[in-house]
């Protein structure tokens, strides 16, 4: 499979998770930014899994033929929940987004994660961030050539650069924001209280948004937040918040889901989530 270069197209995903309180609230978020306006997710719907599909077609010019490929982010009947950011894509090597879905279909917790990560990437990959987290700790793995990672109690957040992995000063010219929403989603994610806080944050922008070159982390420039995504974990229950487009100016669509997921829960889903795309 042809792999795009990084230089041709730099993503301005931001990712992170957050616990409320311990095993019994915790959410997972991500704003997934192209370099095209517009875009249309595809899902994965299974009775233990569920997620959004990733894909290595970032650009306008692959609008009518999407190549889609692993998860962008999703979670599984343990309740693990797992999202990625790009870091670099390399070319003749897998997609990173196959490693957000082989995490939620082998690890039930964040525990395992590291090291079923470490085995799998021998097989050659593109570089990523990735934030999971259970209810009782939240992590991030850096995943280069090899993998590192940070634990929290609290919350851990990414952007679409390494911080302790050597090499980490990526710093591509087309989305040169990377470190700026880092410090932005950091410092709104330790404040964060409540559900409302997190879309706050997936809101934020700065006075550059505007201009070519996008330091917001709900992004208007050359870099586009197609969708934005909020999985809430409290008190048993389940549900995910999806907004197409930038949630500054858009609704997010709430969807309850519980495993294992059926064929008339499926059918729920796949008639409020939105989007026009086949999402079978």
């Not at 894509?89 to 525990?111: G, H, V």
């Not at 991030?140 to 919350?155: I, P, R, T």
């Not at 957040?157 to 880092?182: A, V």
């Amino acid at each position: 499979m042809t792999r795009i270069s990084s230089r041709q197209f730099s993503l301005g995903c931001t990712i992170g998770a957050k616990i409320f309180e311990p095993k019994k609230w915790y959410v997972l978020f991500k704003n997934k930014d192209f370099t095209r306006s517009v875009f249309q997710d595809n899902l994965l719907i299974e009775h233990n899994i569920f997620g959004i599909r990733g894909t290595i077609s970032w650009g306008e010019k692959s609008r009518v033929n999407d190549t889609f490929s692993g998860l962008s982010i999703g979670l599984n009947n343990s309740l693990l929940l797992c999202a990625d950011a790009n870091i670099k894509t390399l070319f003749r090597k897998r997609n990173y987004d196959i490693l957000t879905e082989f995490l939620l279909r082998k690890a039930k917790d964040t525990s395992s994660s590291a090291m079923l990560l470490r085995k799998e990437i021998k097989r050659g990959y593109g570089w990523t961030n990735l934030v999971a987290v259970d209810g009782s700790e939240a992590i991030a793995l850096e995943v280069g050539h090899k993998v590192v990672q940070e634990k929290s109690k609290e919350c851990v957040t990414r952007t679409n650069h390494f911080i302790t992995t050597s090499p980490y000063r990526i710093d591509y010219r087309q989305n040169n924001g990377t470190r700026t929403r880092l410090s932005d989603s950091g410092s709104k994610l330790n404040e964060a209280r409540s559900l409302e806080d997190i879309f706050d944050l997936l809101r934020t922008h700065r006075e550059s948004s505007k201009t070519r070159f996008s330091t917001s982390i709900c992004n208007h420039a050359k870099i586009h937040t197609v969708y934005s995504y909020v999985f809430e974990i409290k008190n048993g229950q389940t549900r995910l918040y999806v907004c197409q487009g930038n949630p500054c100016s858009n609704e997010y669509v709430p969807m309850d889901m519980h495993f294992p997921i059926g064929a008339e829960q499926k059918k729920r889903i796949l008639d409020q989530y939105p989007t026009t795309r086949p999402k079978g």
